[in-house]
């Protein structure tokens, strides 16, 4: 009986406006961040062997890092300072740790398990070519073929390892 009493009462309140239910109550929204993540190996129109590795979130500021073993098999790493994201392909750019360079990387998640569909782009940047060269490529999102000093270059098939692109819309 006393059950059915509170129970009256509370529905009352609420009926009569007595008890002040906020209307945006209830759990707050997650918030979707967009990253990048994976370890690939490719390789390039003159049969050069590369390898990259990147984890980046695109956050307020970007967190992340890279690496890329070059032409030369010197391996480089820096942090990531640009990240665009939209669909399944990725843009990021930065500096090398020491300050001596940057890259541009494009990568494309093929949407498979594994690497079947996934290419990838890096560029190191060339003397004369800044951060914010590799920066603004980032932030163009331009899709490949890129061109650099007049020639394109196409991404690459991805032969091993895997890209993970998560967009966050």
Not at 131 to 146: D, V
Not at 149 to 158: L, Q, R
Request: a negative charge; glycine letters at 12%.
């Amino acid at each position: 009986m006393m059950k059915r009493l509170l129970l009256i009462l509370v529905l009352m309140a609420l009926v009569t406006g007595v008890m002040a239910v906020p209307l945006a109550a209830g759990p707050p929204a997650t918030m979707k961040v967009a990253k990048v993540t994976g370890t690939y190996e490719y390789i390039t129109i003159t049969g050069g062997w590369r390898a990259a590795s990147i984890s980046a979130h695109a956050t307020d500021p970007v967190k992340g890092t890279w690496a890329w073993t070059t032409f030369s098999g010197d391996t480089v790493r820096g942090p990531v300072t640009c990240l665009q994201v939209s669909g399944d392909d990725a843009w990021l750019a930065g500096p090398t740790w020491d300050g001596t360079g940057a890259v541009f990387m494009w990568v494309h998640d093929g949407g498979t398990p594994g690497r079947a569909g996934d290419t990838a782009f890096t560029w190191g940047a060339d003397p004369g070519q800044t951060l914010e060269t590799m920066e603004a490529l980032c932030e163009n999102m331009e899709p490949p073929p890129f061109e650099f000093y007049g020639v394109p270059y196409d991404a690459f098939d991805v032969v091993s390892g895997n890209l993970n692109v998560w967009d966050a819309s």
